[in-house]
């Protein structure tokens, strides 16, 4: 999932391979949905929606209200409309910048009553305005519930990358919980919550190990490379980790938008 305009992406996401791949941010988006406090009657906003795993495990905690599912990537768009076929009635698909967000990109006329994002908001470069957009579109008193990558995360995966003499190409931001506080503050934001937690995870087989960091991790960087020279790369990585670990760090936020 990624939240920057088309042309600035080497590449749109394999999307079928994140969908079958991606079993931990599946796993974290569940995890995160159960802190959300909800009737079964709001209007949700998915802020980086991906496939659309997370967002049909939402549409469970919906059974009379609807979702607004936005991903700045098309296939992930795509992959998702296959999945949620079936919830066609309840869900309603935009293709959008988080950083361009506002009524008019969400339509409707209406302030949704929450926004749930998981593992998105890293991809995103300015998260001063990244807040200021989901305040602008979420109700006085709605739900702000999220995680992302936080500061320190792939701290030790990115010095495997490095120790092969290259940096990782792309463009993220892992933000401290500090910083995200006082941005959430500055948005108008009450109630706010904001911790941090490691999340390392451990893959046994190396080959599924290395299909996950070519479709996530490492996606943007292999764009950089001509084909014949991605698989070589992704598999030195993986020896260069020397424990098959991804030291993931996790940023959670719950708060509401102030009156």
């Known amino acids: 999932m990624t939240a920057r ?43 980086g ?3 659309g795993r997370v967002t049909e495990a939402l549409l469970g905690r919906l059974p009379r209200g609807c979702v607004v ?9 795509d992959e998702a409309r296959r999945r949620l076929a079936r919830h066609h009635d309840r869900v309603r698909f935009v293709r959008a910048d988080l950083l361009d967000l506002g009524p008019s990109v969400l339509g409707g006329g209406r302030p949704v009553d929450a926004v749930l994002s998981t593992a998105t908001f890293h991809w995103v470069t300015d ?18 519930v999220a995680q992302c990558g936080a500061e320190g995360n792939l701290a030790v995966l990115l010095d495997a990358v490095r120790s092969l003499g290259v940096e990782r ?18 948005a ?12 390392p995870t451990r893959f046994d087989d190396p080959a599924r190990l290395a299909d996950f960091l070519s479709a996530v991790i490492l996606r943007e960087h292999l764009a950089s490379l001509a084909p014949d020279e991605r698989r070589p790369f992704v598999e030195q990585v993986v020896a260069a980790m020397g424990e098959p670990v991804i030291d993931y760090v996790r940023l959670n936020i719950v708060a509401r938008r102030g009156p």
């Open 5 to 47: 305009s088309p042309a600035s992406r080497p590449s749109d996401w394999d999307a079928a391979a994140y969908d079958r791949l991606a079993d931990p941010q599946a796993r974290w988006g569940r995890e995160v949905l159960d802190r959300l406090v909800l009737e079964g009657t709001e209007t949700v906003l998915d802020a």
């Open 169 to 186: 190409a792309g463009t993220w931001h892992y933000a401290s919980r500090h910083e995200t506080l006082r941005r959430l503050d500055r």
């Open 69 to 77: 599912a936005l991903d700045a990537s098309e296939s992930m768009l």
């Open 49 to 51: 929606c991906g496939s």
């Open 188 to 199: 108008g934001f009450v109630d706010v919550d904001v911790w941090t937690n490691p999340e």
């Open 127 to 144: 998260h001063d305005r990244l807040f200021d957009n989901l305040a602008v579109v979420l109700r006085p008193g709605g739900q702000l």
